[in-house]
């Protein structure tokens, strides 16, 4: 069970199989600008995210196309995570994620982001990142073994012991949520 050494550079209409399995986002420079995220980037060789896709989600066509899409920040924590790091950077602004019943805890916890920031976060993604894959019918089981071995940043689980975990939570993350409650239904 290995990744494919080949890291795909990413467009909207990557060919990804409907297969389930698990997938890593890297930054290709190895940088975001910020100073604590950084500092994991430089020992895990860039590795932003690790998910997991399963087959009733589209796969990993399905899963990786939904964080490449503008719109789909709410439903997307690498895009949450992402843009709250580069928020100042990109201009992008924290809105509650829409929904057609009033806004809930919910909509705050997965904000998204207003236009045009949200499509600014696409474009950076398109230009700056890089994707690897691996097919595999068990997600979770493979996740768990590889988040140790590539420890990416955005890992909120705690599946290995992330240092700027908590920064990103309840520094970045927070700032977010707040400014999505704030803000209200656009």
């Not at 909207?12 to 290709?28: N, S, W």
């Not at 994620?97 to 982001?113: D, L, Q």
């Not at 690897?132 to 890992?155: M, Q, Y």
């Not at 705690?158 to 975990?165: E, H, I, T």
């Amino acid at each position: 069970m290995n990744f494919s050494n080949e890291r795909l550079g990413l467009r909207p209409d990557v060919d990804l199989p409907a297969k389930a399995g698990i997938y890593a986002f890297h930054v290709r420079s190895g940088k975001l600008g910020d100073r604590v995220i950084d500092a994991v980037l430089k020992e895990n060789h860039g590795c932003l995210y690790l998910g997991k896709a399963t087959v009733g989600a589209g796969g990993l066509h399905g899963r990786i196309r939904t964080h490449l899409r503008t719109g789909s920040t709410g439903r997307s924590s690498l895009r949450r995570s992402l843009g709250a790091a580069l928020k100042n950077r990109l201009g992008i602004k924290a809105i509650p994620r829409p929904s057609r019943k009033a806004i809930t805890r919910k909509a705050i916890t997965n904000y998204a982001f207003a236009e045009p920031g949200d499509l600014a976060l696409t474009q950076w993604m398109l230009r700056a990142l890089e994707l690897s894959f691996l097919v595999d019918e068990d997600p979770r089981a493979a996740e768990c073994i590889w988040v140790p071995k590539l420890r990416p940043v955005f890992d909120l689980e705690g599946l290995w012991s992330n240092p700027a975990a908590g920064y990103i939570e309840n520094q970045l993350r927070e700032a977010c949520r707040r400014e999505a409650e704030l803000t209200g239904p656009v």
